[in-house]
């Protein structure tokens, strides 16, 4: 059980430096500015040799937050498991109600999951209404294929691989990020 948790805790970091390196891309081409929340923690003790005791101060806050070019907030949250299914409670009631609360106030509100070796923007009314969607409180990458994002090396969260309608009906586009393989990607800034 010790071994299994930190194999899920290297390959948390791991998506999390690939969500990283998607923000410093988005910035680099200014289609968004996006930075991890940092946690809310104090340290209690510091020793000579760099080591510290610490503690969390408060609730954790959804994963990242920013802007996207045009001005539009957005806010995510960040998930990954190894299994074929990702439980909706897997955020905290704290985070839920975050994403809730700016959801409301218009900006992109999601969870950006990895199932595997895939990696899915899916909105947060799709992630608060699983029940309802998919007659049951876990998704599998099947269930969230529409939101499917691109990856080449950086989890790619503003480019999907299916094409998105706008509510105009329209087809929408962005700036294509590639795949590496020269495939432009059919994304959606949000």
Same mark, same amino acid.
């Given at each position: 059980?010790?071994?299994?948790?930190? %194999?899920?805790?290297?390959?948390?970091?791991?998506?999390?430096?690939?969500?990283?390196?998607?923000?410093?891309?988005?910035?680099?081409?200014?289609?968004?500015?996006?930075?991890?929340?940092?946690? #809310?923690?104090?340290?209690?003790?510091?020793?000579?040799?760099?080591?510290?005791?610490?503690?969390?101060?408060?609730?954790?806050? #959804?994963?990242?937050?920013?802007?996207?070019?045009?001005?539009?907030?957005? %806010?995510?949250?960040?998930? =990954?498991?190894?299994?074929?299914?990702?439980?909706?409670?897997?955020?905290?009631?704290?985070?839920?109600?975050?994403?809730?609360?700016?959801?409301?106030?218009?900006?992109?509100?999601?969870?950006?999951?990895?199932?595997?070796?895939?990696?899915?923007?899916? #909105?947060?009314? %799709?992630?608060?209404?699983?029940?309802?969607?998919?007659?049951?409180? =876990?998704?599998?990458?099947?269930?969230?294929?529409?939101?499917? %994002?691109?990856?080449?090396?950086?989890?790619?969260?503003?480019?999907?691989?299916?094409?998105?309608?706008?509510?105009?009906?329209?087809?929408?586009?962005?700036?294509?990020?590639?795949?590496?393989?020269?495939?432009?990607?059919?994304?959606?800034?949000?």
């Amino acid at each position: 059980m010790q071994y299994q948790n930190k %194999v899920n805790n290297a390959q948390g970091h791991f998506f999390e430096g690939a969500i990283k390196a998607a923000c410093a891309l988005y910035s680099e081409r200014e289609r968004a500015d996006v930075d991890k929340t940092p946690e #809310p923690f104090r340290v209690l003790e510091k020793s000579r040799d760099g080591i510290f005791k610490g503690r969390f101060t408060a609730r954790a806050q #959804p994963d990242f937050q920013g802007t996207l070019a045009g001005g539009r907030s957005i %806010v995510f949250e960040a998930k =990954y498991t190894t299994t074929d299914r990702m439980k909706r409670d897997v955020l905290t009631q704290e985070q839920q109600d975050a994403l809730e609360r700016h959801a409301a106030r218009g900006a992109v509100a999601a969870v950006c999951a990895g199932i595997g070796d895939k990696f899915f923007f899916v #909105p947060w009314y %799709v992630w608060r209404d699983m029940k309802a969607r998919f007659g049951r409180k =876990y998704v599998t990458a099947a269930d969230v294929e529409p939101w499917r %994002v691109r990856f080449n090396g950086a989890v790619l969260f503003l480019d999907y691989i299916h094409e998105r309608s706008g509510s105009n009906g329209k087809a929408e586009t962005a700036q294509a990020e590639t795949d590496g393989s020269g495939h432009a990607a059919n994304g959606v800034q949000p």
